[in-house]
């Protein structure tokens, strides 16, 4: 596990104090892909270069598997870093050197033997199955093919976690997602914990079991992704989740509505793909209101579907209410208008 305990940093820039992370406490579970969400500045890669202490903390201890890294004297800090593994936005790879000497940079630093150095680095080109494109050098390689080097490079010393600072901002969706594919099979298949940090809410939907919000150096929401897609608390993480939920209903679809009041209108959002139909069936049946579909979607988030499904309801408002309750009691989220009910 990885703990960040009452963790400031602070800046001093030409006078003034820049708070770039302020009294952050927050818990990375071992094993678990944890995602870090935030607008520019928010802090995320302040926190996350914490990790390996890149930068030193102004306050606070960074704790991982019960080792207080702030604590550690330069030699252990070197020896710890071995386990911490690290991919970039833009790469960072050695320009002159080529593929395989790109990835067999942290083997030759530990002074790994010849040998040995060629069986990882064979085993590694496979795992990024870029074999053919051993003695290429990084300008003959796609932005994707990039970035499996530099994960390849990453991975080389068996770390046992692995940081991402925007490791697919500079890449296409085909490629993004065929990235953060590979970084699933890493963490499922070898147990690493992946630290991500971005602002695409889609990275934290397909890969991330955790995930912060962060807003001027503070976590502002923490908790699975489903429970955090689902029950967004902070005006900030509603604004990211809007970019891949729709939360509103689509304006040409209220404007085709026969009745166009809007306080008619209820999202409703249902957890898991089956209980849908059923509870909304018994909502018609139970109740003397009318209720139309009118419009529902689903979205898969880290392999639990969330449905939505705008609604409207007419007739008398204490049926309406009535109904509504039992939809809540049945596990549904009801929301009015973008109102929270
Ligand atoms: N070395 C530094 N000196 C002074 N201020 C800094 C330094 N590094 C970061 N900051 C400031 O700290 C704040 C947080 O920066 P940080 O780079 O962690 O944000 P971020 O969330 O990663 O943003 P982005 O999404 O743009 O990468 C910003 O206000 C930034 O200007
Ligand atoms: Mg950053």
Redesign the pocket.
């Known amino acids: 596990m990885i703990e960040f305990k009452d963790i400031s940093k602070h800046?001093e820039?030409k006078g003034q104090t820049?708070r770039?992370l302020d009294q952050i406490n927050l818990e990375i579970p071992e094993g678990s892909i944890f995602g870090i969400i935030?607008?520019?500045?928010?802090?995320?890669?302040?926190?996350i270069r914490l990790i390996n202490l890149l930068e030193r903390p102004t306050q606070g201890q960074v704790i991982i598997n019960q080792k207080d890294f702030t604590a550690l004297d330069a030699r252990s800090l070197r020896q710890e870093r071995a386990n911490i593994g690290m991919i970039f936005q833009h790469f960072n790879l050695l320009q002159t050197k080529t593929v395989a000497a790109n990835i067999e940079i942290p083997l030759k630093l530990l002074g790994i033997s010849k040998a040995e150095r060629e069986k990882r680095l064979n085993e590694l080109l496979d795992f990024i199955d870029l074999k053919h494109k051993k003695d290429a050098f990084p300008d003959e390689l796609s932005g994707g093919q990039k970035q499996r080097v530099g994960i390849a490079r990453a991975l080389a010393n068996h770390p046992k976690i692995l940081l991402c600072?925007?490791a697919t901002s500079a890449l296409d969706p085909q490629t993004t997602k065929s990235v953060l594919a590979l970084l699933k099979k890493i963490n499922q298949e070898q147990g690493i914990t992946i630290v991500m940090?971005t602002?695409e809410m889609d990275v934290i939907e397909t890969v991330c079991d955790y995930v912060a919000v962060?807003e001027q150096?503070k976590v502002i929401e923490t908790g699975s992704t489903i429970d955090i897609f689902s029950r967004p608390q902070h005006p900030t993480t509603k604004n990211f989740i809007q970019t891949v939920l729709q939360q509103q209903l689509p304006v040409n679809i209220l404007n085709n509505l026969e009745n166009q009041n809007h306080n008619s209108i209820y999202c409703l959002q249902f957890l898991g793909k089956s209980a849908q139909e059923t509870v909304v069936q018994a909502v018609i049946k139970k109740f003397d209101i009318s209720l139309n579909i009118v419009f529902a979607n689903m979205t898969e988030i880290n392999g639990t579907v969330i449905g939505q499904m705008f609604i409207q309801l007419l007739g008398d408002p204490a049926i309406i209410q009535q109904a509504i309750e039992f939809l809540q009691q049945n596990g549904v989220e009801v929301e009015q208008s973008g109102v929270q009910l």
Do not use: P, R
């Open positions: 800046y820039l820049i770039a935030g607008y520019s500045g928010a802090g995320k890669s302040t926190l600072d925007e940090v602002h962060m150096g």
